[in-house]
């Protein structure tokens, strides 16, 4: 089970939770050896498409003329520096996408399983894409490479039982393909290959990232079960007024109270106005404990920043930032770097007492 970055390579599953039934390919850009059950069908090029199903406990696969097979394993691999396809799902549909070097398929738990082999840094120039967007400066793409990085390999074995890496739902991180919208994403990831973020004790750091902390970051212990020491909270003044910085909600009062009576709470109406200048861990702490990200959870607000207030029967939450608050504030990080931050001042402005280092020199058997 290769599951480790030998040659740099990924093993992305892509859909893995959705039970597909039925694939098309098709060679967008250089030329692919077909391979099945480890015998070679011949090498195709552009335009060459590929329908890919499951048919009982095989994979049946017909290129635009016939039937080639059924078989129990499917790989389509790179022959060319810059190979792409793309994947679409048509039972179910899924949105088509194009994705860099090579893709296997084999059937996992009744799923027709796609697992797309990538270089390392191609998959993540592909999730800054997706996770970043294609508009900021190239120190911004280069901070976001090494949370990335830094992520990817602290987790490489987090799908180890399904036999790939990680998947490309937000569950590891978003994933959409390759990085194809601008190029400056990729060389931003190449400028800072290998690189990844250790404490003081060299051990890969957790490097969360939201879009926006609205004025200030969360510690961790805020939103997840401990603190730990290099996130901790800090005034952000270079989000706010900016997008994502506030937002409101309005539900009914009786929501509200019903939701309070739920967790315990038996007098609802005490709690109709409440301030928060700075992030907290606990709307109610006595006698019944209700956090702020539970509430946050339960009605779908942007983050558990926020304050609320009774206007006639409806209690209005007023709120700041956009997701859980820890690490790197993306708009914020956006500013820096547009105002002449580097990689290195990004890093250090939102994560503490943290070391920038390379993963290849580093004994990743440790993890």
Known sequence: MPLHLSGQTMQIGLNHNKNVYAYTVSVRQGTYLLECDGEKYGEYKR???????????????????????????????QEDKNCVFTLTGIDPKIKSF???????????????LAVNYIDLEKYIAGV???????????????????????????????????????????????YHG?????????????????????????????????????????????????????????????CTDLRNS???????????????????????????????PNRSKYFISNPHKVTYRQIREKFGLRSSFFFIEKQNQQIVFKGRGYGHGIGMCQIGAMEMAKVGYTYPDIIHFYFHNVQITDYRDMELHRY
């Open 47 to 77: 335009n060459n498409i590929f329908y890919i199903n499951r048919e009982g406990n095989k994979i049946e696969i017909r290129d635009k003329n016939s039937l080639i097979g059924s078989f129990d394993k499917i790989s389509l691999i």
């Open 98 to 112: 194009e994705y860099n070097d090579g893709i296997t398929f084999r059937l996992y738990e009744n799923n027709l």
């Open 128 to 174: 800054i894409e997706a996770e970043g967007g294609i508009n900021a400066h190239p120190e911004y793409y280069k901070s976001q490479a090494i949370l990335i990085r830094t992520y990817t390999i602290k987790n490489i074995y987090k799908h180890v039982e399904d036999e790939f890496n990680l998947c490309n739902e937000v569950h590891c991180q978003a």
């Open 178 to 238: 390759r990085n194809a919208r601008n190029n400056e994403i990729y060389n931003a990831t190449k400028a800072t290959a290998g690189m990844v973020l250790i404490d003081k004790d060299s051990v890969l750091i957790m490097s969360p990232f939201h879009s926006s902390c609205g004025g200030q970051t969360s510690r961790a212990g805020i939103y997840w079960q401990k603190d730990l020491p290099y996130l901790q909270s800090i005034n952000d003044p270079f």
């Open 246 to 276: 506030v937002w409101e909600k309005t539900i009914k009062a009786h929501e509200w109270y019903s939701y309070l009576k739920s967790m315990g709470i038996s007098n609802p109406l005490n709690y109709t106005s409440k301030q928060a």
